[in-house]
């Protein structure tokens, strides 16, 4: 009897490697159901039994299954008899066949859903940065730059997306690219890939800490106003007339100088406080409802118990909310720019009073912000896992990258080309570009307090995610003890204000975790790995491997150039 349960040939094995096929699941590689015709099938009698052509085939698969080990795959039954995922069969002993319902199949999205999914994903915080980003690189160095960024980005994508597939003998089918990064380069592939998974997701926090505080500040500063009827207009350096534009920080760096007649000279300090007639009420109130010196402090109140939940399904109900802020964001914009017209004088490398140049040498402080605005490689073999047609993937994952950057040239273009100049100088471009417009702009007041309620609802599944990627690759449980995982969002929370408080530069912050994280997961890693793969088929050529290693250096001179532009 043992012997009739052994194998007829000897395994043979190549590599190491580790099945993760759970009972649960019924990919076509850890299980693989034979096809029977759909008249083949067991409805609602179950007397009824199979046909001859099910059973014969039944045979052939149990004769495939006999030839050698189940872990062998290299005499599995052929792909010409194994059903597509929503054709899958339960062959039962008793000679009948049951279609498996409710199974991956159920759950695959159609083309329009999955690009729109990956567009929903990538629309983050990096959208408000896009202007200060053109700025800073010049409008048309800024509109090339951003169109080509986006084309590497989703080439170094779509590296990603098919690295699982280059691993013969291997079922990838649940493969994560940190999977993909442990199989090429062992122990250091897999943890300096969480560390930049790390870098990119506590990054996003620290951001959205800013910009919460941010948002709760000119959110409560508009109802203050509001209540006491307190006009700002001769408090803030800024245009005249209905469409108010301001520059926040007039007196520093290049904004110095460049105000017009008729623009009052009253200025703001660093903790945005206004202090031109003010009373001792409104003092008091300026006080205590500081951007950096309360503000982010009164945040950990609200969201540090928010981070020790266990799940975070309650916060994923409203995932919602980014579509309805990035909608809203382009209708704003779109509204600012039809009253404000555009403003635009095109001076190729020198600067004047109130135009920049076309072409900046800190068109790296651009590059950082897209390399984390187009970033979703850490997720993009999840996402397109539920992709109804797989054969699509390229197509769609094309799709929804052009309407991203289509998304982030609408509204960086628009934002600089409407910016007022004169009387204002492009260099008052702030990072957050919504920081432009005074706190008393009902529009703007919508946008910042949808943002605020959103972001507090994202900011927690942020933690949730660092909380499980690291939790489970030190501890090996996700939530090891209450006192891990506190200590944990302590760290998080810490560094959130702490930049919040000494450093609210969304621009440089988004620039510095892009280009940090960037450079493994988007440009060196992918890069490599498609290298490596190519070598072991015997396909490398010297155009493919000059390209390749050009997309690292791109990387690694992406990441200095922070440092010394």
Known sequence: MEEDNKPLLDPVRRGSYTDKASTDSLDRGARRPFHVEHRNIVENDPSERVSAEASVLSSRVHYYSRLAASSDRLLSPPDHV??????LYVYSPLGMAFKVNGGDGGAKNPSIITIFAIWNTMMGTSILSIPWGIKQAGFTLGTILLISMGLLTLYCCLRVLKSPKSIPYIDTSDWEFPDVCKYYFGKFGQWSSLVFSMVSLIGAMVVYW???????????KFIYNYAHNVSMSDTEFGTNGSERVICPFPDTGDHKGNCSSGISGLYLNNNNNYYGNDTSDTAMFDRWWSK????????????LPLLNFRSASFFARFTFLGTISVVYLIILVTLKAIRLGFHLEFHWLESTQFYVPEFRLLFPQLTGVLTLAFFIHNCIITLMKSNKHQENNVRDLSVAYLLVGLTYLYVGVLIFAAFPSPPLSKDCIEPNFLDNFPSSDVLVFVARTCLLFQMTTVYPLLGYLVRVQMMSQVFGKHYPSFFHVFTLNIFIVGTGVCMAKYYPNIGSIIRYSGATCGLALVFVFPSLVHMISQKRRGELSWPSAIFHSFLIVLGVANVAGQFFM
């Not at 950096?292 to 969201?303: A, M, V």
Request: net charge negative; proline share 10%.
């Open 210 to 220: 800013v910009l919460m505080s941010n948002f709760l500040f000119n959110t409560g």
């Open 82 to 87: 194994i059903p597509c995922p929503e054709e």
């Open 292 to 303: 950096t010196n309360t503000i982010p402090f009164y945040l950990i109140i609200l969201l």
